[in-house]
């Protein structure tokens, strides 16, 4: 773990009034609060890393050093990874992990991992899937999955990716579809597969509308529909697929059309199991203290 401090505005007190501390604080959360943030200020809408405006590094440091509350550090350390400096951004998660900030933890670990460090990884995403992270959950489920500063753990893996995935998390529904479709992890269960593909589809997960294509193409688990297997083809083409680009156009070249409605709808007489998202509200499957 990094051994620093983060580096203090001279007399910021006496450069800038009290509005002008609101000012910065809000200039903050602005420009910089996280879409993976439980705790960022709704006020504002949330931010892509890469959309960080870098005037962002000036306000969430000078919010930081008014406050000490550790979102500010948090969203200084987003500010500056955008602005590719690494060990401050290194130094300002570690003071919002500091504070017990789960959403800093995640980053943190994130860049640690990068590092090199796998235990300290693993370390952040438990504490922050535990805390309620959507994000550390799906990290804290793919580490299990491939054994990232822990030993892979199949049942583990699963259930942190359904806590995810029931929280709308689009990706971590496609993994666990993958896994099931795959059959490395656990036992192959196409019905399964397709339940947590059409899950995804559903969010407009793209690789998952491609992988449902090719099972309803060549009736891996389900009664096989050109048709259908076109309409999804032609979901992922609309979403800038290559894949399913391509496949669609050899499809319309064999005499499969998929109609027009399919770029802007599913059909209604798709034959997937499908999943409410209530359902997966607990994972009941593999619901247990871990």
């Known amino acids: 773990m990094f051994l620093l401090s983060m580096t203090a505005v001279p007399n910021a007190e006496n450069r800038m009034d009290a ?3 609101l000012a910065a604080q809000a ?23 890469d959309s960080i405006d870098v005037a962002a590094v000036d306000s969430c440091r000078l919010a930081f050093d008014a406050t000490g509350n550790p979102r500010f ?21 570690e003071a919002a992990v500091a504070a017990d900030y789960p959403a800093a933890k995640v ?5 640690m991992g990068r590092l090199g460090d796998a235990d300290a990884e693993f370390k952040m ?4 899937a535990n805390s309620g992270n959507v994000l550390a959950s799906y990290n804290l489920g793919v580490a299990y999955r491939d054994g990232l500063g822990t030993t892979p753990d199949a049942e583990k893996a699963l259930y942190w990716l359904e806590k995810a995935a029931a929280a709308g998390d689009d990706t971590a529904a496609f993994n666990i579809a993958v896994i099931y479709d795959e059959g490395k992890l656990v036992p ?14 559903s969010r407009g997960n793209v ?18 529909s050109l048709q259908q297997a076109a309409e999804m083809y032609a979901l992922a083409a609309q979403h800038g697929d290559v894949f399913g680009a391509t496949r669609l156009m050899e499809l319309q070249d064999a005499g499969v059309l998929a109609p027009p409605s399919a770029l802007a709808e599913m059909d209604d007489g798709m034959k997937t199991l499908v999943l409410k998202e209530g359902d997966v509200e607990t994972p009941a499957s593999f619901a247990k203290d871990i």
């Open 19 to 21: 509005g002008g501390f």
């Open 27 to 49: 200039d903050c959360d602005r420009l910089a609060g996280s879409p993976n943030d439980n705790q960022r200020n709704r006020a504002y809408g949330a931010v892509e890393i």
């Open 73 to 93: 550090a948090y969203q200084l350390g987003r500010a500056l990874n955008q602005a590719q400096d690494i060990d401050q951004a290194l130094v300002a998660y």
């Open 107 to 111: 980053n943190f670990g994130i860049l």
């Open 125 to 128: 995403y438990s504490e922050a």
């Open 188 to 201: 192959a269960d196409d019905q399964t597969a397709i339940a947590w593909y059409d899950i995804a589809v």
């Open 207 to 224: 690789d998952a509308m491609v992988n449902l294509g090719i099972m309803l193409e060549t009736g891996e688990g389900i009664e096989p």
